[in-house]
């Protein structure tokens, strides 16, 4: 089974004309590339649609427990910077402590990509990293420029 659920504190519904408007208005007119890529991602909306429900990370974490015989994966890309300090905070624990909870038939992956320093007082990259559980061993996948593509895969770090 496969399920996808989302959160926002101000949801967009890609799948409504106005939604599809607003989400089209944020791409800048000479970003054609972009522009493409939305459209393809709104076309998945409508042939695959996502529940997104009005709530804060912290709350739809708290909400969220490991099945047996799945694999879960909670994902996000470049909202980090915008969650407050102690809700930030929030969402960690509440992933350790679900990582703490996973076994062999139903782990946990944390999947990011977020701006991050490699190395203390270095420049902040775009990276995509993931931590999985059983374990909570953390790996950084690749690099992207800020709007994600394209992706250079495999450690940045290594050239950190």
Not at 17 to 31: K, R
Not at 94 to 109: C, F, N, V
Not at 147 to 158: C, F, I, L, Q, S
Request: hydrophobic share 40%.
């Amino acid at each position: 089974m496969v399920e996808r659920l989302g959160c926002d504190l101000s949801p967009i519904d890609a799948r409504s004309e106005d939604g599809a408007l607003s989400l089209v208005s944020c791409v800048w007119p000479d970003q054609v590339h972009r522009l493409e890529r939305l459209r393809g991602a709104l076309r998945l909306a409508q042939e695959h649609p996502v529940e997104v429900v009005r709530q804060g990370g912290g709350d739809f974490l708290d909400g969220l427990e490991l099945r047996a015989r799945h694999h879960t994966v909670v994902w996000h890309s470049v909202m980090w910077q915008y969650v407050p300090a102690e809700e930030q905070a929030r969402m960690m624990a509440r992933l350790h402590e679900l990582g703490a909870a996973s076994g062999p038939d139903r782990t946990l992956t944390h999947l990011a990509f977020e701006p991050r320093r490699l190395v203390p007082d270095g420049p902040h990259r775009f990276v995509v990293a993931a931590t999985t559980w059983p374990g909570g061993t953390e790996r950084v996948l690749g690099e992207a420029p800020p709007h994600g593509v394209p992706v250079r895969w495999g450690d940045p770090t290594a050239e950190a």
